[in-house]
Structure formats: C-alpha cells, structure tokens
C-alpha cells in the first residue's frame, strides 16, 4: 500500500509544485504595441511582492497615474532599491498603457531628474512594438 502511495505523490508532484505559477495574472490588460511617456512627481513608489508600484502625478493635467513594475527581488537584481524614487522626484516614465485607457501602464523605464535611466525592462511581451 505504502508503494503506491509513493507512486502516486511521485506523480503528482510536479503538478503541484505548477500551481503557484498558474496563479500569476496575465499581462493582457497592457497594450504591449504601444509606448506613452507621463512627466510629473512622484506621490509612492510601492516597492512591493508580487509587483512594485509607482504612482505619479502627470505635469499635464495633475491626474494620478499607476504604473505596475517588477518584483523588489527583480529590481535589486538591476540596482534599483526602495529609495531610488523618493516622494516629490520629478520622474518621465515610459510605459505600456492599459487597453482601456486609465491612467496607467506597466513601466518599461523611469527617467530621474538627474537625467538618469532606470531601464525597468517589464515581464510583459513586447510583441509587436517597434520603436
């Protein structure tokens, strides 16, 4: 009894070590042809799992706009730590839009004050796009 057991978690295992993977959201909402570029300050750079957030404040009209980024452990890997994007920096940030046209993106770079490039580089597929 105890070999099939075995057997069976040796089976099963595999499909369950694939769960958590299943769980990841799909990068569909962002319109991964397109670029936009926003000026303005930061409000919060929410360096966060699963995805970091940063949210600024466009220079043109004053809207909010949320930009979805990688994980804290996948920023660290390219240098950008929690503090690369204080409250009150004036920001560009490249981004893919949202397809149903609200007021955010998913980053692809942060371009600082200082004229420095955070080449952010999203999870999401290029597909398409040609700059």
């Known amino acids: ?3 099939y057991v075995v057997i ?3 089976l099963l295992l595999p499909l369950l070590l694939g769960i958590p993977a299943s769980a990841h959201h799909s990068h569909a909402m ?3 042809t397109k670029r936009i570029s926003i000026s303005g300050t930061v409000v919060d750079f929410e360096y ?3 995805h970091s ?21 996948q920023l660290l890997r390219k240098n950008i ?3 690369a994007l204080p409250t009150g920096m004036k920001v560009t940030v490249t ?20 004229g420095t490039i955070l080449p952010i580089e999203p999870e999401a597929p ?3 796009y040609t700059p």
């Open 1 to 3: 009894m105890l070999k």
């Open 53 to 73: 957030w940063l949210k600024v404040t466009n220079e043109a009209d004053g809207a909010l706009w949320a930009f979805e980024t990688n994980s804290p452990s």
């Open 81 to 83: 730590k929690r503090t």
């Open 95 to 114: 981004a893919m839009p949202l397809k149903d046209g609200r007021a955010g993106g998913q980053i692809v770079s942060v371009k600082k004050e200082d």
């Open 30 to 32: 962002f319109d991964t």
């Open 126 to 128: 290029t597909a398409g």
């Open 8 to 10: 069976t978690f040796t």
């Open 48 to 50: 966060t799992n699963p």
